[in-house]
Structure formats: C-alpha cells, structure tokens
C-alpha cells in the first residue's frame, strides 16, 4: 500500500519484507532447535530417572534375597548347631542318670560307698543321698 502511494519506498520496503521473514525464521529456526534440546534433555533426564530407580529397585530386592538367603543359612546352622548341644546334653544326661542306676544297684548288691564311688565316679554325697 505504502509503496503505490510512494513508488521511491518500494526497494527499502521489499527489504524490510526480507528481513522481517528472515528475522521470523530465524526465530523459529531457533525456536524448533530449542525444542529438540529440550526433548533429548528430557530423554536424558528420564534415562538418568530410570537408571536411578532401578539401581534403587535392585538394591532393595538385593537385599531382600541376602536377608531371606542369610536367615536361611543361619536357621539351617542354628538347627544343626542345636541339635548338636541336645545330643551333648542329652548324652550327658542319660550317662549321668545310667550312674545313679549303676549306683542303686551297687548299694542294694551291699557294694561299699568308696567302691561306688571309685567305678562310678560319682561323689560320696549323692550316693549317700541314694542310700538313704
């Protein structure tokens, strides 16, 4: 319009149409470029993201299965080792209950306390305390 009006203005207009185009594209040049490092940022910061929670995710089921695997472990060695001590002790017992019989039978044979007392091992004590 300007340019009809004012054919000398024509040149400097058409120049200002092209820069204004040129400044608009490149604005939006920018703009799309902008976007595409914002979107591989993203990507990244998902990656990053992910990697986190999964490293998070397998420790805690790491530890889950060492938990569950060590208290495995450690209730198969506290049986074995309790079974052990029962044995013991139950041997002990049973060898300390077979001398009291050993002794009773002694006493009423007429054995003398000392005799018991030296095939038994027991104390003069107890198998006095059996005597009576």
């Not at 204004?20 to 990507?43: A, C, G, P, T």
Request: charged share 35%; aromatic share 4%; glycine share 10%.
């Amino acid at each position: 319009m300007l340019a009809l009006k004012f054919p000398e203005l024509k040149k400097p207009v058409s120049c200002a149409k092209k820069m204004s185009l040129w400044e608009e594209w490149k604005y939006i040049r920018f703009h799309r470029n902008l976007q595409k490092v914002d979107e591989r940022m993203l990507h990244e910061q998902i990656k990053i993201d992910g990697h986190s929670e999964g490293l998070a995710e397998g420790r805690t089921q790491g530890r889950h299965e060492g938990l569950t695997e060590g208290h495995e472990k450690g209730l198969a060695e506290g049986l074995e080792e309790g079974r052990t001590q029962g044995r013991h002790e139950g041997l002990t017992e049973g060898m300390a209950i077979e001398k009291i019989e050993v002794a009773k039978n002694a006493l009423a044979k007429g054995l003398s306390i000392e005799m018991i007392h030296e095939i038994t091992g027991l104390d003069i004590e107890t198998i006095r305390c059996l005597n009576s």
